[in-house]
């Protein structure tokens, strides 16, 4: 069974910084491009970034373009979002998603989401 | 890039169907066969529903169909049941640099 588990969460003040984690288990990690998705609290999902199976590729909403970095280990089977300089907007849930094994997005398997609260 | 556009709310009784939509461009729902449609219920993440435009996750019930026409792809739900209520986001890859597309989501309300 495919499993994905955020953690890292929590509240921050204005221009902190957190890093969020994801660890997946029930697939070979290693052979899937995965996702960070957003959702702020009553909004709609947001993309935010990508990255290939190899973790060689790396993309990013503009939205956080220069702030977040995306990464992974594929030796632990974990996925990561380092956050910079934190806004208020970047207050939302934040997913840890996999895409298709064709991997083209949109994500197939979700997790169940970590809050980050951006607040002073 | 802009979201992709979905009808904020939607309603039907049990037994009816309902249709909700979701508008793109040719640089995403026109131009690629990789649409997604997933059901949110309340606190809970985003559960795969149909992907590629018409195909169904082992499991999803076959009440559930999706479609597309030009730039617009099509959720169907026929046979409405109470727990079919919940929220309900499209999604797209695009070929700009954003890789992936997500509408501002659609409430189905089952009356």
Not at chain 1, 7 to 32: D, E, I, Q
Not at chain 1, 86 to 100: F, K, N, S, W
Not at chain 2, 71 to 83: C, F, V
């Amino acid at each position: 069974e495919v499993q994905l588990v955020e953690s890292g969460g929590g509240l921050v003040k204005p221009g902190g910084s957190l890093r969020l984690s994801c660890a997946a288990s029930g697939f070979t990690f290693r052979t899937y491009s995965m996702n960070w998705v957003r959702q702020a609290p009553g909004k709609g999902l947001e993309w935010v970034s990508s990255i290939s199976s190899s973790g060689t590729y790396t993309y990013y909403a503009d939205s956080v373009k220069g702030r977040f970095t995306v990464s992974r280990d594929n030796a632990k089977n974990s996925l990561y979002l380092q956050m910079n300089s934190l806004r208020d907007e970047d207050t939302a849930v934040y997913y840890c998603a996999r895409d298709p094994s064709r991997s083209i997005p949109p994500p197939d398997y979700w997790g169940q989401g970590t809050l980050v609260t951006v607040s002073s | 890039q802009s979201a992709l556009t979905q009808p904020a709310s939607v309603s039907g009784s049990p037994g009816q169907s309902i249709t909700i939509s979701c508008t793109g461009t040719s640089s995403d729902v026109g131009g690629y066969n990789y649409v997604s449609w997933y059901q949110q219920l309340p606190g809970k993440a985003p559960k795969l529903m149909i992907y590629d435009v018409s195909n169904r996750p082992s499991g999803v019930s076959n009440r559930f169909s999706g479609s597309k026409s030009g730039n617009t792809a099509s959720l169907t739900i026929s046979g409405l049941q109470p727990e079919d209520e919940a929220d309900y986001h499209c999604s797209s890859y695009t070929s700009s640099g954003t890789l992936v597309l997500f509408g501002g989501g659609t409430k189905l309300t089952v009356l």
